[in-house]
């Protein structure tokens, strides 16, 4: 909740999709009743600007996966995407909370470029370059799709194996779309 905060303030404005968005999120994940009681506490968290995002990055980091960490940057893009555009502050601030979460370069850089459409986008999605061989290619989907493969979050229940298998299409539709570029 604190997180999806400071993302929300990240351009100066609270929008109202925004907002929708995180709430249908722990409505999903935590049932109605719940998620209206943490709601009430995020709409707080909104007003208050004394958060330290280093703090909370650190101790979601100590008790989460890798893989959830994963999950947890891919929300916070969506959050950032919900009203249309992904703006500059929002990026960063989604990038130091990234370096707090010890997520690298090549996986946040992956998970931004799922939320934008381009041809480059799907060699960033498989965290490779326009130059790369068609067995690179290979070998980078497959490493792609092992690490978003919705079977590595079965135990945190069936929300967030949503988001994995959301990643792990955009993995897929990546790969078909450098495949279709170079005529495979």
Do not use: C, W
């Not at 960490?69 to 249309?84: E, M, N, S, Y």
């Not at 381009?118 to 060699?123: H, I, N």
């Amino acid at each position: 909740m604190l997180l999806s905060s400071i993302v929300i303030k990240a351009d100066g404005k609270v929008d109202e999709r925004e907002l929708l968005y995180v709430r249908n999120h722990f409505k999903k994940m935590y049932g109605e009743e719940r998620a209206n009681n943490a709601f009430k506490l995020f709409k707080s968290f909104i007003k208050n600007n004394e958060v330290s995002t280093r703090q909370i990055s650190e101790q979601i980091r100590q008790n989460l996966t890798h893989a959830s960490r994963l999950q947890l940057i891919h929300f916070l893009f969506g959050i950032a995407k919900v009203d249309g555009n992904v703006n500059e502050a929002e990026v960063n601030s989604i990038k130091i909370i990234a370096g707090y979460l010890y997520i690298n370069q090549y996986d946040f850089e992956s998970i931004k470029a799922m939320f934008y459409d381009s041809s480059e986008s799907s060699y960033l999605i498989l965290e490779i370059n326009k130059t790369a061989t068609n067995d690179e290619v290979k070998a980078a989907y497959r490493k792609m799709a092992k690490k978003y493969h919705p079977d590595k979050l079965q135990h945190l229940g069936e929300e967030h194996v949503k988001g994995a298998e959301e990643k792990f299409k955009q993995v897929q539709k990546a790969y078909e779309q450098i495949q279709n570029e170079r005529g495979l």
